[in-house]
């Protein structure tokens, strides 16, 4: 009898386990499928109708810089991010917790980017994710997608996309930073839905220059970081199927016993 007891308190102490490891955040991760950075450019080298979707680099950069302004837009693909939470926690039966960018800073590699410089930079989702990534280099730019005459023109909606966070950047050309960003209603929905979802990268101040790896770098990539937990219905669901677990067990130990 005392070995069948402790057997069955080696199942119910598994299944317990199991189920608090169940109920724990999961974090999946993921990296655009498209990027690239804008730039207005200067009086004698206007940049501005000019497309940059294949640099190894993106940035952001303020406007009154001696070579002009800058902004990123980087475009994720949330439907592995929705397939991942389904398969781990039932069909919407999950919520997000938090969602976070994260940047690697990179060198100056080109003469058109203004130095690296501390400062402060803005991150809004985009409504519009029709924008074309484009094949354009820092060096041999194209015409063939998104410039900073159609991002401001076409794309940036001030009436619905949403303000996801003002950040800091320290400066310096190397290191790994994360940016939570704002759960806002786009970006929950987006999520739940499994759509895409594009973020616009802005200057917030008059000094910031930040020159950061994009998706066709080498190495360290841009990714987001999306974190989300099962919704109390999955765990009052798992509590009372461990309940009733429990309640069989003493049952039947106590028809053994009798």
């Not at 397939?83 to 919520?95: D, H, I, L, P, V």
Request: net charge negative; charged share 10%.
């Amino acid at each position: 009898m005392t070995n069948q007891r402790h057997a069955s308190t080696t199942v119910l102490a598994t299944l317990f386990s199991a189920m608090l490891f169940h109920c724990n955040a999961d974090t999946f991760t993921t990296v655009p499928i498209a990027d690239a950075f804008v730039a207005t450019g200067t009086s004698s080298d206007n940049l501005s109708g000019d497309n940059f979707g294949r640099a190894g680099s993106l940035t952001v950069e303020a406007g009154n810089l001696s070579l002009g302004g800058f902004q990123s837009v980087l475009e994720f693909n949330l439907s592995s991010a929705q397939s991942y939470f389904n398969s781990e926690y039932g069909a919407g039966a999950w919520s997000v917790q938090a969602v976070s960018l994260v940047l690697t800073a990179s060198p100056h590699p080109n003469s058109i980017f203004n130095a690296p410089a501390a400062g402060q930079f803005g991150i809004s989702l985009m409504q519009n994710n029709s924008w074309v990534e484009g094949i354009g280099t820092g060096g041999a730019p194209t015409t063939d997608g998104i410039s900073y005459n159609s991002l401001t023109g076409t794309y940036i909606n001030n009436a619905t996309d949403q303000a996801l966070g003002i950040f800091s950047f320290a400066g310096g050309t190397s290191g790994t930073a994360t940016y939570g960003l704002r759960l806002t209603s786009g970006v929950v929905g987006d999520l739940a839905g499994g759509s895409d979802l594009s973020l616009r990268l802005f200057p917030n101040d008059t000094s910031v220059s930040y020159l950061f790896n994009s998706r066709t770098a080498s190495s360290s990539v841009p990714e987001l970081e999306i974190t989300a937990t099962p919704e109390p219905g999955t765990l009052a669901l798992d509590l009372s199927g461990l309940a009733a677990l429990l309640l069989w067990r003493c049952t039947k130990r106590s028809q053994e016993a009798a």
